[in-house]
């Protein structure tokens, strides 16, 4: 089983649309929860980071943690076509280890 | 915008070829790693460092080696680059828990 597992996508919204992103891992030594944006071509960007359960909201984002079900999701709220990218999960233990998921790719169409 | 760079950021070349991939940054930043990404895959750890002569091997197995004789160069290189090595590379630096990625170097090895 891998470490983190994430939807595989891709995801195609109408623009406007609020989207869910989700990811699921193993290893409760897990402390640190991130989201990261990539788009084509690009390298990966922060988005959103975490290091509690519960809702992390910045804008149209908020990031959920869910420790005891080991299960972190990013919510895009009136998505817009800018909001097109890969989207990764990325954990991090207190080890500065951090394992990041496939990624999930989202298309918002206008 | 983060200020790391990386070049060449697309490569074509013969298999056999010594490659070098340059990546560079202008935080210093103590910590900087290097990524293997193919399409729709996870982000691989091949080399990571913690300062200057401190080089280490990541998760992924990597025929390519790293050197950090400045704080903010991190070359990583391919004495003979073969068909397996086509994939995109990502050099990334850290400041806290935040890692900050380049555009990438899409390598290809025919």
């Known amino acids: 089983q891998k470490e983190v597992e994430q939807d595989p996508g891709p995801l195609s919204v109408p623009e406007g649309a609020i989207v869910s992103l989700n990811c699921t891992y193993s290893n409760s030594a897990f402390q640190y929860f991130m989201w990261y944006r990539q788009y084509s071509r690009k390298g990966p960007e922060l988005l959103m980071y975490?290091?509690?359960?519960g809702n992390k909201e910045d804008g149209r984002f908020t990031a959920q943690v869910d420790k005891s079900s080991k299960y972190i999701s990013l919510f895009i709220r009136d998505s817009q076509p800018s909001d097109s990218a890969t989207y990764l999960c990325?954990?991090?233990?207190?080890?500065?280890?951090?394992?990041f998921g496939p990624g999930t790719s989202l298309s918002v169409i206008p | 915008e983060a200020d790391i760079y990386q070049t060449p950021r697309y490569l074509v070349i013969g298999t056999g070829k010594k490659i070098t991939l340059e990546c560079s940054q202008t935080m210093g930043h103590d910590k900087m790693y290097w990524y293997q990404q193919d399409p729709g895959m996870e982000l691989h750890l091949i080399h990571y460092s913690y300062g200057v002569n401190s080089t280490e091997k990541g998760d992924l197995s990597s025929e390519s080696t790293v050197s950090r004789i400045r704080t903010e160069h991190f070359p990583l290189t391919l004495e003979s680059a073969r068909p397996s090595h086509t994939s995109q590379y990502l050099c990334?630096?850290?400041?806290?828990?935040?890692?900050?990625f380049g555009p990438g170097t899409r390598l290809t090895v025919l």
């Open positions: 975490t290091y509690s359960s």
């Open positions: 990325a954990l991090k233990t207190s080890y500065d280890k951090v394992i």
């Open positions: 990334a630096s850290t400041s806290g828990d935040e890692q900050f």
